[in-house]
């Protein structure tokens, strides 16, 4: 049905099966190059009929590299968990194509302000990073990502040519290939012939955890900053390669929505970013609204969205000399959808996202110069800018985790931050930073603004609403030690050798084989992978939980809480065959273990002590599925099977309350709804001995449940003392109420087992909940808590800022013969929050080592 006098018919009744040909996206007044395949050629359906497989969309650009090779080369970015390939295609003219090694490095130099005056810019190539669907079931970006291929590789005539010859187009089908595969997978097979635009239909309400996530779960439009996946690892390399002027990102937004384009609301651009890149923004933004009035779509600028987390796609270009552009389309889900607007069909979302794509690529032909130049400008002003700051750079790292250090340089890294082996010991904040574990990075660098975008601690800001968080200081995220260095301590020779990539520390056996015992600290970061590793070898495994010193073959050493001994005379293996297994577990990971040959301490306990239990191997399950957080649990399954290596079983509600629970003696549950489940059970398996851990949300299922006795402070609702609010400011106010995300520090009690590992007494936590939690009646059942000026970085109302002084961060209840441990915060951020790695790996390891008098109550 196809241009037919049907047509008319067919905008009425959407019901009919429409299959759209390219008629109805492209451009009318260009003619097409006959010999390139059409989508339809390759993918077997027309655009817009269907959605778009992963890898069929692979399929038709590399079909695309193939028929117009002048155009258009493949790169390979690299691989998703999942194995799909993450493709580039770099689209220029032939003679751009021809010179790109040459172009590209000349483009770079545009971004090194000690190199960068005696470019001219009048000739040169913009650079436009064209990105789409980052959230795998918004798909109208990937879908649109077809035609903007086609009619790149195919159009005739001299607007195209002007623009490859002035343009070098970066383009990235899809920036989250697993989760569009799973939601393309969803919505086909729940197509109907008739399309049914009932919202309420199947094809709209996809199965946790949906396709918005990568593989773990994961929002990789969280992830441009810390990188932590593979996706955003493989994509920051390409954009460092190439430092492009512009990225669009393409997204869709609620159906009854129409189109976003930023800029977006000026108060809360970051105010790292320089005034000017709002300017152009806006500049841009009169192309796209030209190109959509064209066509008659509706769209709207400066409202809802935002420019403050660097971690976001449209955001961290801001912050490296380039423009970032956020494009929501409302959002058909599937293939159309009954909304406020009418019927919104597939391919009508499809086309905003391709018109865009147009006019970004019309709008960096028409304002090259504009971009080329600021970009300059941008790196030149970051080293004026550095000059007349009062901090000079910073310094980080210590010897007790070296792997965490070495995980922070690796980030940095990746975004071109130049990083130095500490040259000197230097004393900053009472901390002592020692030559050979301590790194600086000085802020005098083309890095500058990012630098401070990654370090600085934010208190203060111009709105109270936010899209995203509020704070992301990253050292303390990591639970580094760290501190900024003025005039007064910095000095040139601070800096030692320049580290292109992180070293991560080579583990050892010190002492040889021993007939008696092994040692090893827990201070380090992979300390639980090495001790899992241990235990699934059938190593039995004791944790010390007071300080001991005793005679090392290395001289006498000082052992602190949580050291892990490995007595050798109680394994099932004989001493060669212990000696080989752990001084090969120490060295995969990066742990230093000693040998001992006595069992008797200078001071503290013996090794044979009572106060030297048996550490139990964890048999964890976690619940997962419909109502359960699937980022908050997606963070732990990636901590535990991409960090610890330790096998975890996903619980839908329904299986558990099917199923045998005497396997596992972990159960963890995050944030979410849990109203299948069966809390009886639940509760006689804690009170069997297992250890329940609990995060945010869920802290307060388990105590409304009568699981935990956990009891909550209330925050205060906010009084209207001028009695003159207006409704226009209702969103506003009701906002500055929320947690959108903040740092707090918690005061940590060092020889609690679930404080193992800490050395520093204050420990940064995340918190974007209002979970306030009392202290425990019993005063050893609050390991965490937060005093009487918690706030480190972020916002945070007066009333938030009330509930959350002296309340409990972490608290343990003795259930029977199990516990519950309640975590009120997100001790595993978007898997950059190392600081919380430790507090919540002890729950695991620890968390039936506590003593039992310690977590109970009156109540119990
Ligand atoms: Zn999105």
Redo the contacts with the bound molecule.
């Keep these: 049905m196809r241009k037919t006098a049907l047509a008319l018919l067919a905008s009425v009744f959407v019901f009919y099966s429409v299959a759209q040909d390219l008629a109805y996206y492209l451009p009318k007044d260009v003619t097409y190059n006959q010999a390139i395949p059409k989508p339809r050629d390759i993918i077997y359906h027309e655009v817009g009929e269907w959605h778009v497989t992963h890898d069929r969309l692979v399929g038709y650009m590399r079909a695309m590299a193939m028929a117009a090779p002048d155009r258009i080369k493949l790169e390979t970015m690299g691989f998703t968990y999942e194995n799909r390939p993450q493709v580039l295609l770099i689209i220029t003219s032939k003679k751009n194509h021809d010179n790109l090694e040459a172009i590209r490095q000349q483009h770079v130099q545009l971004t090194d302000p000690s190199n960068s005056s005696s470019l001219n810019t009048t000739n040169m190539p913009i650079v436009v990073w064209i990105g789409h669907s980052?959230?795998g079931n918004?798909p109208s970006g990937a879908n649109a990502a077809l035609l903007t291929a086609y009619y790149l590789a195919a159009a005739q005539g001299k607007q195209i040519d002007d623009m490859l010859e002035n343009v070098v187009i970066l383009f990235d089908p899809s920036f989250n290939p697993d989760g569009m595969q799973r939601f393309s997978t969803w919505v086909n097979q729940h197509r109907s012939k008739n399309l049914v635009t009932d919202p309420n239909s199947r094809e709209f309400s996809e199965v946790w955890p949906g396709g918005r996530f990568n593989h773990y779960w994961f929002d990789l439009?969280r992830d441009w900053l810390p990188a932590v996946h593979v996706e955003s690892q493989n994509r920051l390399k390409w954009f460092h390669l190439w430092k492009p002027n512009i990225l669009t990102d393409h997204?869709?937004q609620g159906s009854n929505a129409t189109f976003f384009f930023q800029p977006g609301v000026p108060s809360r651009v970051n105010p790292l970013t320089p005034s000017q890149n709002q300017e152009l923004t806006g500049k841009l933004g009169k192309f796209h609204a030209q190109y959509l009035d064209r066509i008659g779509s509706l769209y709207f600028t400066k409202e809802n969205y935002d420019d403050f987390y660097y971690g976001k796609g449209s955001t961290y270009p801001d912050v490296n000399g380039a423009i970032g552009i956020l494009f929501?389309q409302a959002s058909s889900r599937g293939h159309a959808q009954q909304t406020a607007n009418g019927v919104l069909r597939f391919p009508a979302t499809i086309r905003n996202q391709f018109v865009t794509a147009l006019s970004t690529l019309e709008g960096a032909r028409v304002l090259r110069k504009d971009f080329l130049d600021w970009q300059r400008e941008f790196y030149k002003s970051a080293i004026t800018e550095a000059n007349a700051a009062p901090v000079k750079g910073y310094v980080f790292g210590g010897k007790d985790d070296m792997t965490k250090s070495a995980t922070f340089v690796e980030m940095l890294r990746r975004h071109q931050i130049d990083v130095y082996e500490l040259g000197a010991n230097v004393n900053a904040d009472n901390i002592s930073f020692e030559k050979g574990s301590a790194f600086v990075v000085p802020a005098n660098q083309p890095q500058f603004r990012l630098i401070h975008g990654i370090f600085d601690k934010t208190l203060t800001y111009k709105d109270s609403l936010f899209y995203d968080i509020t704070a992301w200081t990253m050292p303390l995220a990591f639970g580094l030690a760290y501190s900024e260095l003025g005039s007064g301590k910095y000095t040139a020779s601070l800096l030692g050798n320049k580290v292109d990539q992180a070293t991560f520390p080579k583990g050892e056996l010190r002492g040889g084989k021993s007939e008696y015992a092994y040692l090893f600290e827990w201070d380090e970061l992979l300390a639980p992978k090495a001790l899992y590793e241990l235990q699934d070898a059938g190593v039995l495994v004791k944790v010390a939980t007071n300080r001991f010193e005793i005679e090392t073959t290395n001289g006498s050493k000082k052992f602190d809480y949580g050291t892990i001994s490995i007595p050798v005379a109680l394994q099932r293996e004989n001493a060669d065959r212990v000696f080989e297994v752990v001084k090969g577990v120490m060295e995969k990971n990066g742990i230093t273990a000693y040998a001992v040959k006595t069992g008797n301490v200078v001071s503290g306990s013996d090794l044979g002590s009572s106060r030297m239990p048996v550490v139990t191997k964890p048999a964890v399950a976690m619940l997962v599925g419909a109502g359960v957080n699937p980022t908050d649990a997606g963070e732990i399954w990636h901590l535990l099977d991409q960090r610890m290596n330790i096998p975890a079983t996903h619980l839908e509600q329904a299986t558990f309350n099917r199923v045998d629970l005497g396997k596992y003696n972990t159960i963890i549950m995050v944030g979410g709804g849990y109203g299948e489940l069966n809390k009886e059970k639940l509760s006689a398996w804690v009170r069997g001995g297992g250890v329940l851990i609990v995060t945010e949300e869920a802290v307060q299922w388990a105590a409304q449940n009568g699981i935990s006795t956990v009891s909550f402070k209330r925050a205060k609702t906010p009084v209207d003392s001028t009695g003159k609010l207006t409704y226009v400011d209702r969103d506003q106010i009701e906002g500055a109420q929320q947690m959108s995300g903040a740092i707090f520090g918690a005061e940590a009690d060092l020889s609690h087992p679930l404080a193992y590992g800490y050395n520093q007494q204050i420990v940064s936590l995340f918190k974007a909940n209002r979970v306030f939690m009392e202290k425990s009646k019993n005063p050893f059942a609050t390991p965490f808590y937060y005093g009487a000026r918690p706030l480190q970085s972020g916002w945070l109302s007066k009333e938030n800022s009330d509930a959350v002084k002296n309340s409990a961060a972490v608290v343990v209840n003795t259930v029977g013969s199990g516990r519950v441990i309640s975590i009120a915060d997100n001790p595993n951020f978007r898997a950059f929050w190392l600081g919380g790695t430790k507090l919540f790996m002890n729950a695991i390891f620890f968390g039936r080592n506590i003593d039992a008098a310690s977590g109970r109550t009156e109540e119990e």
């Design positions: 980052i959230h918004e439009n997204h869709e929501e």
